[in-house]
């Protein structure tokens, strides 16, 4: 344990330079380093552990309520591409002028997505009627 002079002194004898590691603790840390090389060193290992870091998003995909056999598969292709990489889908059934008068219809929609997309899915938030859509969240397993 040195006095804060001698540490100085020390790192000016050596031509480094005296980086407080951590102050809070007691006594308090300091090293003798070379402060270009130390602060380069730790810059680098910081954008290589953000680039290891992905991001997920919340993807959507709206349907309407009268969509066709072969639109819906295009459609679910497509949220099986999403789910793959990792991001969560949040699906949204649009209902227009009178369809409001028929939510069953969405309601089974959404049931016939979820029973399409297979067993390696899991549902994350359960349908909710919010205006004039109706909305789930899925997520792979």
Do not use: C
Request: charge should be positive; avoid cysteine; glycine fraction near 8%.
């Amino acid at each position: 344990m040195l006095t804060k002079a001698a540490a100085l002194q020390a790192a000016q004898e050596a031509g480094l330079d005296l980086v407080m590691v951590s102050a809070d603790t007691n006594p308090p840390v300091a090293k003798i380093v070379d402060w270009g090389k130390y602060n380069y060193a730790r810059t680098k290992q910081l954008q290589k552990n953000r680039q290891k870091t992905k991001t997920l998003d919340m993807k959507q995909m709206r349907v309407g309520l009268k969509i066709s056999d072969h639109d819906l598969g295009v459609k679910l292709r497509k949220v099986s591409g999403f789910l793959e990489a990792g991001h969560k889908v949040k699906i949204a059934v649009i209902y227009r002028g009178r369809e409001l008068a028929h939510r069953d219809v969405g309601f089974k929609l959404a049931d016939r997505v979820v029973n399409e997309l297979g067993e390696g899915i899991a549902v994350d938030q359960e349908p909710v009627f919010a205006g004039r859509q109706l909305s789930f969240v899925i997520r792979k397993k």
